[in-house]
């Protein structure tokens, strides 16, 4: 086990700069997921930190020792990629043992190694089993168990759940997450998957051409996201954003149609930041709605456009200006029906129109 | 426009598909499979890889002869029609837009197609409209290569709805997209169709899809259309216990059970015991006979954090997924994982014990080896 430190880490292929100086701190046994959309830099990040990439500048440490010039086979990591890569003629039981066999291990060591990780992930039933023959969620067990069954000191997942069936894909986190926290193995997770990194990362690093956006907790990124992007790329559905002018007494949005008032305190807070573009975001939870209105601020008549009916919530959507935004609420909304919305004040986000950077 | 609306009864058939079979050597992909879709609704088929949607919709496409059923479009036994006789558009998983064209002229395509061919005026109109509703006027000069995925989907979508044929089938069109972008595209899609009002088949394995774009939602697996009806219903009342593990996310929590005695016994090691009345009794044993028996328990209907004054069940927390509106927690009781969704804010972690309960009015239970439903 071990921390990992990258610093300002740089990676160019010609002109495209695809990691663009970052910093990473891993603590040891954190689970961290890298997260962002195609392109953003994630997997060439871990390519590096995996030493299948030479990074153009930067340094990558495990603990306090330089890992830059280690082959990967020296530097005591373990890979699970998209696709299993597992040998698909043999056995489940020599796939995951092929690791412990190329480094000399003895079989009885072998053999107490496969009683412990078939039981932690399940295993027992099907070791016999031919991987091409189980389906993919088993396959991914496998493949995971080959990963883990040496003890790396990092273990590195680029999107292991990306192939899999959306309901396998569930399973499959929850064991993910189960599994590290009873390993303790310092994991580094690659997804574009913002439900997943959710669910499983003790620190999310949310990344962007090339950049770090915003590396905190699932908690601290979705409740206080420092950018618009970060709000629109964590929650599904994401924060709702649109375009308005602040008045002094009022944000008008744009197309001049909807305006709304703001609490006292709201409007206090924004007239002292001085900014009159803005972006406000507020994330569908945080709207509610009724067919009277029944505040005095911080609330909207508008039409429902669509309602998806889900059994613990409907999501309901409906037009501010050029914007689609929905709402998240327990009771029923009517598809078409008028009313009002209400967004909780203290849970409005301010954004600078210009640099969609958080004002508060 | 929802199912439930009580004008859609009234609605002509448009697409029946009656009794349709369809074997590939051993494998029937398709069993007897029976379903009517109403002018102007979507239905959707939900089910994992390999139940047969593809196939079934290949088959109302007219890509595939079924080994046994009726096609019938708009009244009319198109069975035998190929493909380009039915008039229906189809919109694949992989679509297949021409690199070589712009966007405009790949939308275009079908319309000057031989036998379709409409005068370039109209075809200037019906793009320029579907391009605004779609968000891609900007686009059309630019050539397919250049384009993002998102707005390869959008010219796909474009190219589809264009035409106005007796039914669109739809094939996965949003899977492979980024979850970002499926999330906008799926209410534009609602939105969309409630402008068009067009009648659609739509396949895909994602729950949430099938619940944001299906009017009703027919559940399939292994080619076996367990049931038809809209999310509330399929919800409240699945009639197997494939309706319940396919519907929802997470899904129904499905555990061993037995009775014995006059109470119902459930995953034996985890001490959840439920004491049934003489009637419940027999009727539990008469219709599982000496089978054994499924229990199964929607998320929500979970209370967890019971106070030690009530009573309750105990299992241990070895999951908490954080979803930002909303707490994903996995209880270890018995052999079983359950799951429940909690508020965020609710305490105890990883390895904590955690008093649950739920009452035997919000159970299910399901004949283990049929998976029918077993009232009682």
Known sequence: MAAVHVKNLKKFYGSVKAVDGIDLEIEDQEFVVLLGPSGCGKTTTLRCIAGLESPTSGEIFFDSRRVNTLEPADRNIAMVFQFFALYPHLNAIDNISFPLRAQGTPPKKIGEKIAWISGLLGLEAILKRKVQ????????????????????????????????????????????????????????????????????????????????????????????????????????????????????????????????????????????????????GIRPEHISFSAMQRE?????????????????????????????????????????????????????????AETERSIF | ??????????????????????????????????????????????????????????????????????????????????????????????????????????????????????????????????????????????????????????????????????????????????????????????????????????????FVSAVSIGDRIGILDRGKLHQVGTPDELHQDPHTVTVAALMESPPMNLLPCQVAGGSMLVDQEAGIIFPLSQGQGAKVREKAGDGEIVLGVWPEDIRIGIPESERAFQGLIVGKEFQGANTLMNLSVGKSILKTLTDPDFPGGFGKLCRFYFPLEKVYLFHKKSGERIYF
């Open chain 1, 133 to 280: 023959t189980l389906p993919g969620g088993d396959q991914q067990k496998v493949a995971l168990a080959r990963a883990i069954v040496r003890d790396p000191v990092v273990l590195l997942l680029d999107e292991p759940l990306s192939q899999l069936d959306e309901k396998f894909r569930d399973e499959m986190r929850t064991e993910l997450g189960r599994l590290q926290r009873s390993l303790h193995v310092t994991t580094i997770y690659v997804t574009h998957d913002q439900r997943e990194a959710m669910a499983l990362a003790d620190k999310i690093v949310l990344m962007k051409d090339g950049k770090i956006l915003q590396a905190g907790s699932p908690r601290e990124i979705y409740g206080d996201p420092q950018s618009v992007f970060a709000g629109y790329f964590i929650g599904s559905p994401g924060m709702n954003f649109a375009k308005c002018v602040w008045e002094g007494d009022r944000l008008l949005f744009q197309g001049g149609i909807n305006e709304l008032k703001l609490s006292d305190k709201l409007a206090t807070l924004l007239s002292q930041k001085g900014k009159r573009n803005l972006l406000i």
């Open chain 1, 296 to 352: 005095s601020v911080c609330t909207l008549k508008i039409k429902v456009a669509t309602v998806e009916k889900f059994s613990q919530f409907k999501i309901f959507s409906f037009h501010l200006g050029e914007q689609l935004f929905m709402g998240r609420v327990r009771e029923e909304v009517p598809e078409g029906a008028e009313g009002y919305v209400y967004f909780l004040p203290d849970r409005l986000r301010f954004f600078d």
């Open chain 2, 1 to 206: 426009m929802r199912a439930s609306d009580p004008q859609a009864q009234d609605k002509i058939k448009m697409l029946k598909l009656d009794g349709i079979t369809k074997r590939f050597g051993d494998l029937t992909a398709v069993n007897r499979l029976r379903i009517e879709v109403s002018a102007g609704e979507i239905i959707v088929l939900l089910g994992p890889t390999g139940a047969g949607k593809t196939t079934t919709l290949r088959i109302a496409a007219g890509l595939e002869n079924p080994d046994e059923g009726k096609v019938i479009l708009d009244g009319r036994d198109v069975t035998k029609l190929p493909p380009s006789y039915r008039d229906v558009a189809m919109i694949f998983e992989a679509h297949n837009l021409y690199p070589i064209y712009n966007v405009y002229d790949n939308i275009a395509f079908p319309l000057r197609a031989p036998g379709r061919k409409l005068p370039e005026k109209e075809i200037k109109e019906r793009i320029s409209k579907v391009a605004t509703d779609l968000h891609i006027s900007h686009l059309l000069d630019r050539e397919m290569t250049t384009l993002s995925g998102g707005e390869i989907q959008r010219a796909a979508l474009a190219r589809t709805l264009v035409r106005t044929p007796r039914i669109y089938l739809m094939d996965e069109p949003l899977s492979n997209l980024d979850l970002k972008l499926r999330e906008e595209l799926r209410v534009e899609f609602r939105e969309l169709h409630k402008r068009y009002g067009a009648t659609m088949l739509y396949v895909t394995h994602d």
